[in-house]
């Protein structure tokens, strides 16, 4: 069972640039979800889904797009990156956010030169 | 505001010693704490969820309370590993529209032999 994974683990972008990270789920949960997580900083949701078709911003949206047209994946795309999206890029999926854990993808590094 | 403080920090301990980490919240309404456990150059781990009406719960060697009234958490780790290394985070879901889990910034654990 692999659970969530994410591509690529490690990825140089040049400002202006853009890419799109990939992230899949087998365990058939509606919901996920893009977090940041930088130096001295607690997770920070970027966009989550609730199911196919259905996607919202979080708490620091602005530079990602998101769609969700399969349960199964969820790609993060960066539109016009810059040095300030340097950061550590978590995938997660949940059965049902309010009650069941979310179970998270190992990360896509990504530095923006 | 909706906050998740974690103490300490960091914590360097003996390989077989106990050690007990600190989470506080001011996050309203609840609706469950988790802890996770994050390996370096991984994605956190779940290792519980626990709702307003239970106050301890326990996974292995790690055993997490709940304090509803003051607002206080804790994770105890017993008889540790060099394996329980790591980052745990606290994280806090509020019962609301959409999704609201609100994250600690870790502390960070050093078992050494």
């Known amino acids: 069972n692999a659970g969530v994974t994410q591509t690529p ?16 789920q087998d365990m058939n ?26 996607t919202d911003q979080g708490e620091v949206p602005n530079g990602y797009n998101v769609s969700r047209s399969t349960t199964e994946d969820f790609p993060l ?21 309010p009650n069941s854990p979310l179970h998270f993808g190992n990360g896509t590094r990504l530095t923006v030169t | 505001k909706n906050q998740v403080e974690q103490s300490p920090q960091s914590l360097i301990i003996l390989e077989g010693k106990n050690c007990t980490l600190q989470c506080n919240y001011t996050v309203s309404p609840f609706s ?6 994050q390996d370096t150059g991984r994605g956190p781990v779940s290792l519980t969820i ?3 009406s239970e106050n301890t719960k326990s996974n292995g060697r790690y055993t997490a ?36 889990l609100i994250f600690g910034k870790g502390t960070t654990l050093s078992v050494s032999s």
Request: glycine content about 6%; charged content about 15%.
């Open chain 2, 65 to 100: 309370t709940l304090d509803a009234d003051t607002k206080q958490s804790s994770l105890h780790i017993t008889a540790s590993q060099l394996s329980d290394s790591a980052s745990y985070i606290c994280v806090v879901s509020a019962r609301q529209a959409g999704t609201a």
């Open chain 2, 32 to 37: 469950n704490l988790r802890w996770y456990k």
């Open chain 1, 77 to 97: 795309r960066l539109l016009s990156a810059a040095p300030s999206q340097t950061s550590v890029y978590f995938c997660a999926s949940s059965y049902s956010v």
């Open chain 1, 9 to 24: 683990k490690f990825q140089v972008l040049k400002t202006g640039q853009s890419m799109t990270l990939q992230c899949a």
């Open chain 1, 29 to 54: 949960h509606e919901y996920m979800s893009w977090y940041r997580q930088d130096p001295g900083m607690g997770l920070r949701l970027i966009h989550y889904s609730v199911g196919a078709g259905i």
């Open chain 2, 50 to 52: 626990m709702t307003f």
